[in-house]
């Protein structure tokens, strides 16, 4: 629905058939954890409205293939996309200034990492045990 503003921590998570979401511009925000372990998810796209992914928001979500972000997500916190090990590419939006520790660690699919001129702090072990990574750029 539209009229939904904040999905709470943990309130999707370990849903076992859920194979997409699309959060609406509505959402202001989203919770810790409110996704996380979906088995069956692939596929994501996060509304205007959503400004942090916070801390393993998407964790552990071991199909997930797309991600869509806006330029109005300011911060990727902690955990975020812990373990996402079939993501092979995400795009950083402009609007990044920082990214948590181990948000992306054990994706282990993602082959390049393009981090925009706004990230100004990367945290501890942010892209550890990505065993594929190739290629990280800066300011792109």
């Known amino acids: 629905p539209t009229g939904v503003r904040e999905i709470s921590a943990t309130a999707f998570s370990h849903g ?3 194979s997409s979401i699309h959060i609406p ?3 202001l925000c ?3 954890y409110a996704f996380a ?3 069956s998810l692939k596929e994501m796209t996060i509304g205007f409205g959503v400004g942090i992914i916070p801390m393993g928001c998407f964790a552990e979500l ?3 293939e797309t991600v869509t ?3 109005c997500i300011k911060s990727i916190d902690d955990y975020a996309f812990y373990g996402c090990s079939s993501l092979p590419t995400i795009t950083i939006p402009d609007s990044v200034t920082s ?3 181990k948000a992306f660690y ?3 699919s993602l082959k390049n990492i393009a981090l925009p001129d706004s990230v100004i702090s990367i945290g501890t072990a942010a892209f550890a045990s990505c065993d594929n990574l190739e290629s990280v750029s800066f300011g792109i």
């Open 16 to 18: 076992q058939t859920i």
């Open 25 to 27: 511009d509505s959402v």
């Open 30 to 32: 989203v919770a810790r």
């Open 37 to 39: 372990s979906c088995a």
């Open 62 to 64: 071991h199909n997930l």
């Open 69 to 71: 972000l806006t330029d």
């Open 99 to 101: 990214i948590g520790d």
């Open 106 to 108: 054990k994706c282990t």
